[in-house]
């Protein structure tokens, strides 16, 4: 809250100092809020400098109090371009409806930089009332305004304007003809396809990457060819987006030339078609795809095995065995997602052997994939790798065994609770809670107390989804005091339970569930 002194000490300065600083002091009250000063910025609206009248529009913007509306409103005739701009955007942060009529009048304003600021603004306020008025700004003698008018009436949504901005793709400048296509993209109405198509043609590279990205939007197959053309275009930046477009429009008649630019210069063009292809799931894209594995261009690599995994290509899984060791992690990663995809367990063996490379990131990603696969053959393997040196293969095989739920993983998993590395713990809670088995409780619940919360985290949902629930709560309520959660996790863990009906602490194996009075309770009952 503002200390009464400094708000009169502004006030005063508004109303008695110099020009400079009635500015500073309209500038400070409007950003530090003081309503208090509303009808002493008002007034300054009408003092002799413009600057000072600037200063106190913008205020009374800031303020955010309508009862400055109708004098904010007298201020769109002053005769200043500035003070004029200033007050048309403080009645926009006014959000007051009354003022749209005066902003309408405003389109007519003299200066061309208030009309097509004024335009903006009403495509912010989002207006129905406006749209007409905004039309007839399409054919303002500035550029500025055309522009800005056009860009409005995308944000209104209205499909009465297609008609004139399909006239505005033939405009003198490009930028104008840049939002007309970027607004009909929006406004997805199909009479604007022929025009778009036919916009394609436009000497502007801009202006063509915003039409295709305006027929991408529309969704049309009978956009496809000019599409495809789209994919020869001199900027690489219109093929891109060309084959971004094909992607989205599910036509298969451009698959065969997608395949086809496989082969061009530029490596994001690449990388983007063979998204396409992944997105059609067209088999004939299988060759192609593999060779691209082959890529100079990680990004086109990575993009590729995305791709032969969207297509589910069996013949394809040696390839992407071999593109998991890939230098790149993007790239080992989408090829690793890839052969989990394919869900064929002739892959098992080559990953179990690969289990045994010098390679950290690729153990891991076997280990992930082996997983996934749900193969019991796995299962020594990944356990072994619960001793692996390198962090991540711990957790990766520590979340695997958790897939395959066997367990005889457990009295492995349970030891990886006491893991140097948070992840590895936080994966082992997860993967005990899979197994159901009543013996990782108590271990369960000694890792309620890990030093790391994503461990704890991964404790409580292990006990939860084992239905042991109370047990938690009771744990959260009255913390393990003989627990020391600075020792290392192994050196603290003690064979008790507590019960989850009473809270009370109780040695195994006197009952593998309950305290033993509450164990005599329940049989009585």
């Known amino acids: 809250m503002a200390e009464p002194n400094e708000v009169e000490k502004l006030i005063k300065q508004l109303s008695n100092g110099d020009w400079t600083e009635r500015i500073e002091a309209a500038e400070s009250l409007g950003q530090k809020g003081y309503k208090i000063a509303l009808p002493h910025l008002i007034k300054a609206l009408v003092h002799s400098s413009e600057y000072v009248r600037r200063s106190a529009a913008e205020a009374l913007g800031k303020l955010g109090d309508t009862c400055a509306v109708p004098h904010l409103v007298k201020a769109l005739a002053d005769s200043d371009t500035n003070v004029r701009w200033y007050a048309a955007k403080a009645l926009n942060k006014l959000g007051d409806r009354s003022g749209v009529p005066h902003l309408i009048e405003a389109l007519g304003d003299s200066n061309a930089l208030v009309r097509g600021n004024v335009a903006r603004l009403l495509g912010e306020m989002r207006d129905g009332m406006t749209v007409p008025n905004l039309i007839k700004a399409l054919s303002d003698s500035d550029v500025y305004v055309r522009r800005n008018a056009a860009k409005a009436l995308g944000k209104l949504g209205d499909k009465n304007a297609v008609p004139q901005l399909i006239e505005v793709l033939h405009d003198s400048d490009y930028t104008v003809r840049y939002s007309a296509a970027e607004t009909l993209g929006k406004l997805r109405d199909k009479g604007a396809l022929i025009p778009l198509i036919n916009a394609l043609a436009d000497s502007n590279n801009m202006v063509r990457r915003q039409v295709v990205n305006a027929l991408r939007k529309l969704a049309d197959k009978s956009g496809t060819a000019a599409l495809v053309k789209g994919l020869l275009d001199s900027d690489h930046v219109v093929r891109w987006q060309s084959a971004r477009a094909l992607g989205t429009i599910s036509d298969a008649a451009s698959v065969p030339l997608l395949i086809k630019s496989l082969s061009d210069p530029n490596h994001l063009v690449r990388s983007k078609i063979a998204w396409a292809l992944g997105r059609h799931r067209n088999k004939i894209a299988v060759p192609p795809l593999i060779i691209a594995l082959s890529d100079s261009y990680a990004g086109v690599r990575a993009q590729a095995a995305w791709a ?218």
């Not at 395959?404 to 713990?425: E, H, N, Q, T």
């Open 308 to 525: 032969l995994g969207k297509l589910r290509a069996k013949t394809a899984m040696l390839y992407l065995l071999d593109a998991m060791s890939d230098g790149e992690r993007n790239v080992s990663s989408e090829a690793s997602r890839a052969v989990a995809k394919l869900g064929d367990r002739e892959a098992v063996p080559h990953l179990i052997r690969a289990m045994s490379s010098d390679a950290p990131q690729l153990r891991g990603h076997c280990a992930w994939v082996l997983g996934q696969l749900g193969d019991i053959r796995a299962l020594p393997h990944l356990i072994n790798a619960l001793s692996d040196n390198n962090d991540d293969v711990r957790y990766h095989a520590a979340l695997a065994l958790g897939d395959l739920g066997d367990r005889k993983a457990v009295p492995y998993l349970i030891k990886a609770l006491s893991d140097r590395w948070f992840m590895a713990r936080e994966a082992a809670a997860f993967s005990l809670g899979e197994m159901d088995d009543e013996a990782v409780v108590p271990h369960l619940t000694h890792a309620l107390v890990d030093p790391d919360e994503s461990v704890r985290s991964a404790a409580t949902g292990a006990l939860k989804k084992l239905g042991y629930e109370k047990l938690v709560q009771a744990v959260v309520q009255k913390p393990m005091s003989h627990v020391d959660v600075n020792q290392p996790v192994a050196k603290s863990i003690k064979p008790f339970i507590i019960c989850p009906y009473c809270g009370q602490e109780f040695n195994l194996p006197k009952t593998p569930r309950f305290c033993p009075y509450c164990q005599e309770k329940l049989a009585e009952n």
